[in-house]
C-alpha cells in the first residue's frame, strides 16, 4: 500500500511567520534606504573625531604666528647660551682666582652663590624652565624634549616632529 503524504496543519503557520519575517525586513530595509537618503539630501557630514570629543589634528603648514613663535624660541635660546657662557666664565676665573692665591675672595663668592640669594638669582638668570614651556607649533608637543632632540635645550629641532628650530625664509615645511 502506497502511503501519500499530505501537508501537515503546522507547514501553514510557517510560511505565513516567513512571509511576516520578509515583509518586516523589507520595511527596515525601506526605512533605512529613507534614513540615508534624508542625510544625503541634508549634506550631513559626520565628524566622528569631533563627535567622539577629539580636537581636530594641528595644519601641517608653518604660518606667520608659528615662524614668531620659532624665532621667539631661538632667542631665549641664544639668551640661555649667553647667561650660561658668562656662569662657566665665572665658575672658571673663580678657579683660576683660587688657583693664584685669593681663597678668601673665592670662599665669599662661593658662600653668597650656595645661599638663597645667590641661588635664585642664577636660578632666574638661566630660566631653563621657560625653554621646557615652549610648544611645538607643528605638532603641539614640547619644543625641546623627545627622540630627535637628545641634547635638550641645546637641540636645534623639535623633539617630537622635527621641525628646525631656524626656518628658512620662504620655505614650505610641511609633514
Known amino acids: 500500500m502506497t502511503q501519500m503524504t499530505t501537508p501537515s496543519n503546522n507547514a501553514a503557520p510557517r510560511i505565513s511567520l516567513l512571509r511576516d519575517r520578509d515583509a518586516s525586513l523589507l520595511r527596515v530595509l525601506a526605512l533605512l534606504k529613507r534614513v540615508i537618503l534624508n542625510k544625503l539630501e541634508r549634506n ?24 614668531t ?67 611645538c607649533p607643528r605638532c603641539g608637543e614640547v619644543y625641546f624634549v623627545g627622540a630627535d632632540a637628545p641634547w635638550g635645550v641645546f637641540s636645534k629641532q623639535c623633539g617630537t616632529c622635527g621641525l628646525p628650530l631656524n626656518l628658512p625664509a620662504g620655505v614650505d615645511l610641511t609633514l
Open 69 to 135: 613663535a620659532l624665532a621667539s624660541m631661538a632667542l631665549a635660546q641664544r639668551q640661555f647660551y649667553y647667561v650660561s657662557t658668562f656662569f662657566a666664565g665665572m665658575v672658571a676665573g673663580a678657579v683660576v682666582a683660587y688657583f693664584i692665591g685669593y681663597n678668601d675672595l673665592v670662599l665669599t663668592i662661593v658662600k653668597w652663590t650656595l645661599s638663597g640669594t645667590g641661588l635664585a638669582l642664577i636660578v632666574s638668570a638661566l630660566n631653563i624652565t621657560k625653554l621646557y614651556s615652549f610648544k
Open 44 to 67: 550631513l557630514d559626520l565628524d566622528l573625531l569631533e563627535d567622539a570629543g577629539i580636537p581636530p589634528p594641528r595644519s601641517p603648514i608653518i604660518t606667520d604666528d608659528d615662524r
